[in-house]
């Protein structure tokens, strides 16, 4: 099989475009099972103070335990659940697994009271008009403090139909939820629109990482970016932190958090407390 294009894009040589049409439609019942079935986990990747001193909180993951085909990761579905609508049934999925997990870690696992949890959003999701009642919703249920959830949206998607975003945005916020930019950078996009989202956080896209710290551009890059971020009062995570030279520019350019493979790939939740209390006696 070849990857090819893009993150969630996939194709099989020799495949016609009727193969392929064929495979979607194929997929997309596969997936309304899957819900129907509860085929969908949550994996939690370790989001560190840039000191790295400290884990604050985790990104939540989907992930599909397909039935024959094992754990699957968001590439080989995401595309085709954006298509067909059910997306917005996944990422609520996820955030009712990844909240109530967070809730149950507060009991066993993790002492501070801030623990974040950063839930992936679709942007077709968030401009629905059944995203306020539906998050609300799933948060009076799981009872949790929505102060402790950070929802990301991708760059790119968010600055379409933009006037929408900042609508919802700010309701969100005044639930008292907070957002992230996810892929921070990569969105080609005027820069001015961050003046109007009232956003929290900013992540910077992990290929501004890829030839840092040996490529000196590449480091200014990072640190204009970082100080950008931090000139407009938000948090900065910088994602894909992959070896300690990353790490230490990270650190050297005031970002506030990091993520990335250098600490740990995507865990289900039971590795992620394993890695949780070790990390706390290292
Ligand atoms: P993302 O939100 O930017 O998440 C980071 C992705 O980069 C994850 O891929 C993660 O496994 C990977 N990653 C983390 N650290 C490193 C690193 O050091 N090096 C490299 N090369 N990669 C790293 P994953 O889990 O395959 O997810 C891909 C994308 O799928 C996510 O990108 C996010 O946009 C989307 N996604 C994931 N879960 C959900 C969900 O529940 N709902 C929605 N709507 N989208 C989701
Ligand atoms: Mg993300
Ligand atoms: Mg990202
Ligand atoms: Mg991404």
């Not at 910077?204 to 710290?213: A, C, E, G, K, Q």
């Not at 040996?214 to 970016?225: F, I, N, Q, T, V």
């Amino acid at each position: 099989r070849a990857k090819a294009d893009g993150r969630n894009r996939f194709h099989y040589f020799n495949e016609t475009l009727q193969d392929i049409a064929e495979r979607r439609i194929s997929i997309a019942a596969e997936l309304r099972k899957a819900i129907m079935y509860d085929e969908f986990v949550v994996y939690y990747q370790p989001q560190l103070s840039a000191d790295s001193n400290t884990i604050v909180g985790a990104e939540a993951l989907v992930r599909w335990q397909h039935p024959e085909r094992g754990i699957l990761g968001p590439q080989e579905f995401l595309d085709i659940a954006e298509e067909t609508g059910l997306i917005e049934e996944i990422d609520q999925i996820v955030l009712a697994k990844a909240s109530s997990q967070r809730n149950a870690w507060q009991k066993t696992l993790i002492k501070s009271t801030d623990f974040k949890i950063a839930i992936n959003i679709s942007a077709r999701h968030l401009k629905s008009d059944t995203f306020l009642d539906s998050v609300q919703k799933v948060l009076a249920e799981v009872n949790i403090d929505p102060s402790l959830i950070e929802l990301e949206i991708v760059e790119s998607e968010l600055v379409q139909d933009f006037a929408k975003a900042v609508n919802v945005i700010s309701r969100l916020k005044a639930m008292g939820v907070d957002l992230a930019i996810d892929d921070f950078g990569t969105g080609y996009s005027s820069l001015s629109y961050l003046k109007h989202l009232n956003v929290q956080t900013l992540k910077v896209d992990r290929s501004f990482l890829s030839d840092v710290p040996h490529d000196k551009a590449s480091c200014r890059l990072l640190k204009g970016l970082i100080n950008l971020g931090k000139s407009m009062e938000l948090k900065v995570v910088v994602e894909g932190v992959e070896d300690a030279q990353q790490l230490r520019k990270c650190h050297e350019y005031f970002g506030d958090i990091v993520q990335g493979y250098f600490f740990s790939v995507p865990l289900n939740a039971e590795d992620f407390a394993a890695y949780y209390n070790q990390y706390k006696s290292s």
